[in-house]
C-alpha cells in the first residue's frame, strides 16, 4: 500500500486582509494552520512591518539607537530609512501623545501623520500610544486625515472601541483589536466592534503580546487557540488575521538591555538582543500570527529567511 499523508479538515478561511494606498499587501487568506501547505492554501506570507515613532523614541536601548538615532528626530527620515532597509510596510507608533510622555494634542499628531503619508508610498500601520482615554481622541482624528489611505488603525480595546472603530469606519481603514491574553475576551471584543457594524472581515486581532521569557507560553498558547478555534471548529467571529507587536515588548526586556560586562555569561549583547526579538517573532509566526511589528533589521532578515525557508 502506498502512505497516504494524513491530513485535517479545516471548516473556515481566515479573511484577506489588504492595506496600503499606492502599494497594496495582503495578509490571511489561509485555510490551514501556519505552513501546513500540504493540507491547505496559504495564498500570502506572513509581513513584517519596520516600526518608527513620532517623536526620539524613550524606551529603545543601545543596540537600537545605534541604527536610529540619525534619523529619528524625523519620523519622515526615519521612514525612508526604514524603505532603504527594505521595508514593505511601517508602523508608525504615536507614543509622543502618551501623558506621561510629551502629550502632544490630537492636532499636533496628525500634522505628523499627513507628513508621513505624503512622503511615504509603502502600506501604513498607525498606533496610538496604548493609553485608553488619550487614543480615544487621537486615532478619530488620525483615521480622518488619512481617510483614503487604507491604512490599519489600532488598537482598539473594550475601554475604547466604539470611538475607534466607528473613525476607522469612516476612514476606510482596517481596525486592529487588542484583548487581554484570554480568546473569550478575543471573541467578545470582536462581537462588539461587529455590533458598532464595523466590517469583521476588516478586524486584525491582537491577543497581546509578550517576550521570549516573559509569559511568552502563555501568549502562544492563547493565539494558537484563537487560530484553531478559527479553523478548525469552525468559530467565524475568531475567524481574523493575528497581529504580533513584537518589539514593543522585546526590547523592554533585561536579554536586550544588559551589557557583556554586566552578564559575561550571557554572550554578546549584539548577537543576544537580536535572537531574542527574532526567536519571539518566529515563535508567533507558527502560532498563527500573519502580520510582525518589529524593530531591528538584523532580526527582521532573520525572520524573512525563516519565512521563506517555510514556505
Not at 98 to 115: F, I, L, R
Not at 123 to 138: A, F, Q, T
Not at 167 to 190: F, P, R, T, Y
Not at 248 to 264: I, L
Request: with cysteine.
Amino acid at each position: 500500500m502506498n502512505f497516504v499523508v494524513p491530513k485535517e479538515k479545516y471548516l473556515n478561511r481566515i479573511p484577506v486582509i489588504s492595506f496600503g494606498k499606492e502599494k497594496k499587501i495582503f495578509i490571511g487568506g489561509e485555510n490551514t494552520l501556519p505552513f501546513l501547505k500540504f493540507e491547505g492554501e496559504i495564498p500570502h506570507k506572513p509581513l513584517i512591518a519596520y516600526e518608527i515613532q513620532d517623536a526620539p523614541p524613550e524606551d529603545y536601548p543601545e543596540e537600537l539607537a545605534k541604527i536610529y538615532s540619525s534619523f529619528w528626530h524625523d519620523p519622515v527620515e526615519w521612514a525612508k530609512f526604514c524603505i532603504e532597509l527594505g521595508a514593505e510596510a511601517i508602523c508608525l507608533r504615536l507614543m509622543s501623545s502618551h501623558p506621561d510622555s510629551q502629550n502632544t494634542s490630537a492636532e499636533e499628531v496628525a500634522e505628523t501623520v499627513k507628513k508621513i503619508i505624503s512622503s511615504v508610498h509603502i502600506p501604513l500601520i498607525i498606533l496610538g500610544s496604548n493609553h485608553i482615554e488619550k487614543d480615544s481622541v487621537i486615532l478619530p482624528v488620525v483615521s480622518e486625515v488619512a481617510r483614503g489611505y487604507n491604512c490599519i488603525i489600532g488598537k482598539a480595546q473594550e475601554a475604547n472601541y466604539r470611538t475607534i472603530a466607528a473613525s476607522a469606519m469612516a476612514g476606510g481603514h482596517n481596525l486592529i483589536a487588542m484583548s487581554e491574553l484570554d480568546v473569550n475576551l478575543a471573541k467578545q471584543l470582536n462581537i462588539l466592534i461587529s455590533q458598532t457594524g464595523f466590517p469583521k472581515e476588516k478586524i486584525i486581532i491582537d491577543p497581546m503580546c509578550s517576550a521570549l521569557g516573559y509569559g511568552f507560553e502563555y501568549t502562544y498558547s492563547v493565539m494558537e487557540r484563537i487560530r484553531i478555534a478559527a479553523l478548525m471548529q469552525g468559530d467565524d467571529i475568531l475567524c481574523c488575521p493575528m497581529i504580533a507587536d513584537v518589539g514593543f515588548y522585546v526590547w523592554k526586556t533585561k536579554e536586550t538591555q544588559a551589557s557583556y560586562e554586566e552578564n559575561p555569561s550571557w554572550g554578546s549583547l549584539y548577537e543576544r538582543a537580536i535572537m531574542w526579538e527574532a526567536v519571539t517573532a518566529c515563535s508567533f509566526l507558527m502560532s498563527g500570527a500573519e502580520l510582525l511589528i518589529m524593530r531591528h533589521p538584523k532580526a527582521i532578515e532573520i525572520v524573512k529567511n525563516f519565512i521563506n525557508d517555510l514556505r
